[in-house]
């Protein structure tokens, strides 16, 4: 390659530099598509509409704290947010304690029709969660679950079992057979065995399909939308598309109040993003 | 052994057979019948029962026929556009660079905000009065290209597109980010021993060896694809004059406003059949090679 540097003494040092930069120089340019709808998101929202339409991604003149602050003081915005965290958290605890078990059992059973059930299972990944709406509308009224939480959470819980019960498989597996065998010459019963040993040891998987579970709940909008007519009982998804819907002409409020609906999920990411990543990449490789 | 097996599985397979399984069925059940879905479950020999009706209903609706079409053209954009941008972004940041945690990070972000959070903000970023892409390109000289975006019959399609990119890029980098790392970099140093050249070795190192991860890759994009609804909703509603409707959208309108609950049944029985059969077949023809893959490893460790 000395043939490259012929016209121009140019060292490996600055074919370093020059490489170094086309690659900022792209993630950059990539990234910005990524943060300028934010970004003129967050400053339009200190802004008016009027502010808006004359000055759409300069800084804001002057800065008006009031959308916000109304925003932040109303039950309009505290009430969905109580209500996705309760359903999430909910949702996340059932799918997990029953995709657990069922996992324990797929992993460190031998019985006859053992990989049919696992199939069977598995197989709900590639049923679109679009396609059960209408009939779980149904069968929610006919039970009397709309605009009742349960109605949400558990058809989430439901749906978040093929993936959450793959990744949690593979992870019992990896643990060795002698822990278990060590565990029942103690004395400890199959049951003692999943709670007091292979849980804790599997911990990290814990905490990876709960966030998942989490992530996937919290921006749940199609469920929500057909089993809610209560306005107290809606989500986050539901009271931002609510919010747009009443102040169509105020995009200045609407922007606000979605950015400050972006808040949670992004603050929840930066603390879970390596659990959010490692399972969406494990469950996808491994399903 | 079998009551520890049975109290185990019990509760997950009571959940999902109820709220997965059985949905599924009575789709397929209520898809036989005219029904406004006021009332308890039509019965089998009522006037309601209309056979096959609303599947022929299904195969002459120039409505039905458009999703699928849209649902195609967004597949083919995914496939062409999205994915490998995506797989280029993914190789990029697997080179050595300073701050490349945050750029993935970054990249990424989109996928945790929800669909409703992001067709909201995009409504604002494509409005065509005081938009953030029309105010750009009209500050930098470029007023002709200026459009209605997500009002205009002729470009909603491809700005819901450019949203779903938005969104889901970083996915499937970070997919193939994952796959890249997967693979030891001695391969390609060999490779450039042998004498290949950077493109060579990606075309015969890097892409081969990254053929499970972008089977997985295309087949989430395209169930994604099939099922999408929650931006369209929020973007467009699927108009203007039904141009961006997806089968999902379609389902909605009849079900929950027309109040037609045997034809809705019907759309989700059809969403349902597509997602099997493509499921099946790509399986069967694409991933076949990766499911064997499993199979043999499942095999060792028992």
Known sequence: MSTASHARPAGPRTRKRVRSLVLHATAITLGSFIVVPIVYGVLGGFKDTGQLSNNPFGLPDPWRFQNYAEILQSSFFWRPLFNST?????????????????????????????????????????????VAILPLFVLLRMT??????LGVILPQAAFGMP???????????????????????????????FWRILLPMARPAIATVTVIAIVTSWNNFFLPLVVFNDV????????????????TEDTARVLAYVVLAMVPALAFYAVAERQLIGGLTAGATKG | MWLTIFLFLLPGLVLFTLLVLLPILIAGYLSFFRWNGLGGLPEPGSDRFIGLENFQRLLSDELFLGDIRRMLIIVVLSLVIQLPMSLGLALLLNQKMRGRAIYRTIFFAPYV????????????????????????????????????????????LYSVFAVITWKYFGFHMILYLAGRQGIPNELLEAAAIDGANAWRQF???????????????????????????????????????????????????????????????????????????????????VMRRDTEGAITTMRDQR
Do not use: K
């Not at chain 1, 006859?112 to 049923?127: C, V, Y």
């Not at chain 1, 949690?168 to 565990?183: D, G, H, K, Q, Y």
């Not at chain 2, 065509?128 to 930098?140: K, M, Q, R, T, Y």
């Not at chain 2, 190192?205 to 890759?217: C, E, K």
């Open chain 2, 203 to 285: 075309w015969h190192v890097t892409l081969p060896l990254l053929g499970p991860t972008i089977r997985m890759s295309v087949f989430l994009s395209i169930i994604g694809t099939i099922q999408l609804f929650d931006l369209v909703w929020v973007l467009t509603r699927g108009g203007p004059v039904h141009a961006s409707e997806t089968m999902a959208v379609t389902m909605y309108i009849f079900g929950f406003e027309r109040r037609q609950f045997g034809y809705a049944s019907a759309i989700s029985v059809a969403m349902f059949l597509i997602s099997l059969v493509f499921a099946l077949a790509y399986q069967r023809w």
């Open chain 2, 113 to 156: 905000l929800s669909e409703v959070i992001t067709g909201v903000l995009f409504t604002m970023v494509f409005s065509p009065e005081h938009g953030l892409v029309n105010s750009v390109l009209s500050a930098i000289g470029l007023e002709g290209a200026a459009a209605e975006w997500l009002a205009d019959p002729d470009t909603v």
């Open chain 1, 144 to 149: 009397g679950l709309l605009d009742n939480p």
């Open chain 1, 86 to 130: 309760f359903i999430a958290i909910a949702t996340a605890l059932l799918v997990v304690a029953v995709s657990a078990m069922a996992a324990f059992i797929f992993a460190r059973f031998a019985f006859r029709g053992r990989e049919l059930l696992f199939t069977l299972f598995a197989a709900g990944l590639m049923f679109p969660f679009a």
């Open chain 1, 163 to 193: 993936m959450t019960i793959i990744i949690l498989r593979t992870f019992f597996r990896s643990i060795p057979r002698e822990v278990e065998e060590a565990a029942t010459l103690d004395g400890c019963s199959a049951f003692g065995f």
């Open chain 1, 232 to 247: 107290d009982l809606w989500t986050i998804p539901l009271g931002v598309q609510q919010f747009r819907g009443q102040y």
